[in-house]
């Protein structure tokens, strides 16, 4: 069933996930019914995306332990892996110094940076290390992830060097379109767009 | 035709801007099939996107700046409003210094924390606020609009006395499910989540 779920799907899976642990924990069992009144969506959806990780018990619904399981196992989260961030500026290194990364699985092991003064130093207790031997320091760090931090103007050729030392998959804050070749994935946070959006529906 | 377009109609509308922004300055006129091919989407949808905001031209297509300047209208960039970042952490400082919520029309004037040595001090030119008195501080300050970036057990309290004092909408950076009054308006940006999404798709 694994290829069926969309990516409009997974992305529903940590809100899920937050909302399931955000309850009390004397609740044992939920129904699809009342996550989807909870969330504000409808109850078909819930209860087609819970499907592909669940089944729930008719009258009883789900038990929620096992679901919040079952939908991180769907995630990937008990796939450990390792992850980057790549500029060290004020963004980077927020990203950091953030501890919900651990709670899906990912470790962020490092940071990188081309500035001269922050090669070699720690940032929340995170290395930061150059751009140069690149290739051998992500295989070292054992990184095939990377969230990008760099200003808009550097991030495709950055991005470029990332793809070609291994890494596999962007995280990009950039407001730009990377070109990216077939094989790699990209999903896109653009901030200020989102704030724009926001803005539109007030 | 304003309240035809879904929320996901418009969070395709910063993606044609930045590509058509992103162009060579002689590209003077471009079709909806050469935008389509470009960001790896539909034809279809992006001509029913574009209808929503201008007139393309038999054989010719969009008059590129034209059409710029019709989809920022279309996300009400012309309509100046005042934001505030709400928490002057890592995340909140990173967004103070970021310089491209201009580009729609955004500004970021003040931020607000709790933290005695922080407030009256500024961020990267923005002065740091306090949270007492809030609601005449953001009435003097013209702010509707909230980026809320505190640590995610503050985020529900933070988000209520937001509400409160006259706040209308908030891009949330907390991973949680916000609980907030009919009319106003939340969307969330969960780092992490995207980035587990992102290692799903690997």
Do not use: H, W
């Not at 799907?9 to 044992?28: F, G, M, T, W």
């Not at 592909?52 to 939908?71: C, D, H, K, N, P």
């Not at 989260?77 to 990203?95: E, M, P, Q, W, Y």
């Amino acid at each position: 069933m694994k290829n069926e779920m969309t990516v409009t799907a997974l992305q529903r899976l940590p809100v899920y996930i937050n909302y399931l642990k955000s309850l009390d924990e004397d609740v044992k069992y939920i129904s699809s019914g009342a996550i989807a009144r909870a969330l504000g969506m409808g109850e078909v959806l819930v209860r087609k995306d819970l499907a592909f990780t669940s089944q729930g018990r008719t009258r009883v619904g789900y038990m929620r332990g096992e679901l919040i399981s079952a939908l991180e196992k769907r995630l990937g989260c008990n796939d450990v892996k390792n992850a980057a961030i790549v500029g060290a500026g004020g963004l980077g290194s927020a990203l950091l110094a953030y501890g919900g990364f651990v709670n899906y699985g990912i470790n962020i092991v490092a940071a990188y940076d081309n500035d001269a003064a922050k090669i070699g130093t720690q940032i929340a207790g995170k290395p930061v290390c150059g751009m140069d031997d690149l290739q051998k320091s992500l295989e070292e760090n054992n990184v095939t992830l990377a969230v990008l931090c760099v200003p808009a103007k550097y991030a495709q050729q950055v991005a470029d060097k990332l793809l070609s030392c291994g890494i596999k998959a962007i995280l990009n804050f950039a407001p730009v379109l990377l070109q990216v070749p077939q094989g790699a994935v990209v999903r896109n946070i653009d901030v200020a767009a989102n704030l724009a959006v926001l803005r539109s529906l007030m």
